[in-house]
């Protein structure tokens, strides 16, 4: 099956076709069709995913499948949110972004820096589909002070896993897509299309 991933961030591209390639999914990257990226106007990561998964889609005339994503701080008032990937700035690094949460969260004890990645999944089969599938989980952690770890992209370098020790950027590449937010809803997704490979009402799933 051809889908077009929505997704001009290559860490993400990267680890949605790892997960997807063994499954038998011939993975496209929207820049084959297009370089113009979707103006992400939602007010919500299910509202992005789903701009950007009809954008890929009617660029391509493939189905798309599109994620929106991002680091929800509890002593940040749920920031960045939404705005991860631009913190910073509309053109920030992920090291400005890395950056500026630490700055923000430089007074704030260990204890009271809980987070969570979270991650919307939409799958549309054309432009216009009127019943997209959506998968949304969220990965529990703490923002460290100091930033470890070599893998992974973000913040992943002071998201630490409790109970673990590690930030995310310390565990492999294949122990994150195992654990990830953005993995488990992928996982989630192809359970969905397995079980209704029309898409047509397949809804919206939920996952911790």
Not at 105 to 119: F, G
Not at 136 to 152: K, M
Request: aromatic share 6%; net charge negative.
């Amino acid at each position: 099956m051809r889908v077009v991933l929505a997704t001009g961030n290559p860490g993400k591209l990267q680890e949605l076709q790892a997960l997807l390639a063994p499954l038998g999914f011939e993975v496209l990257p929207q820049s084959a069709f297009t370089a113009v990226p979707a103006a992400e106007t939602g007010l919500s990561f299910v509202e992005n995913a789903i701009i950007k998964a009809r954008h890929a889609a009617r660029a391509s005339g493939l189905p798309a499948i599109a994620d929106d994503s991002g680091l929800e701080v509890d002593a940040l008032h749920g920031a960045p949110g939404i705005y991860s990937a631009r913190y910073a700035g509309a053109q920030a690094s992920d090291l400005d972004n890395l950056r500026k949460l630490v700055d923000q969260l430089r007074d704030v004890p260990l204890a009271q820096r809980t987070a969570r990645y979270r991650c919307a999944l939409a799958y549309l089969r054309w432009d216009l589909d009127p019943a997209p599938l959506l998968c949304q989980t969220r990965w529990e952690g703490l923002i460290v002070e100091t930033p470890r770890g070599a893998g992974g992209f973000g913040y992943d370098p002071v998201f630490e896993l409790p109970g673990r020790g590690l930030t995310v950027a310390e565990l492999s590449a294949e122990e994150k897509n195992r654990l990830s937010h953005r993995g488990r809803a992928l996982q989630t997704l192809v359970a969905c299309l397995a079980d209704a490979p029309g898409g047509g009402d397949a809804g919206t799933a939920d996952e911790a």
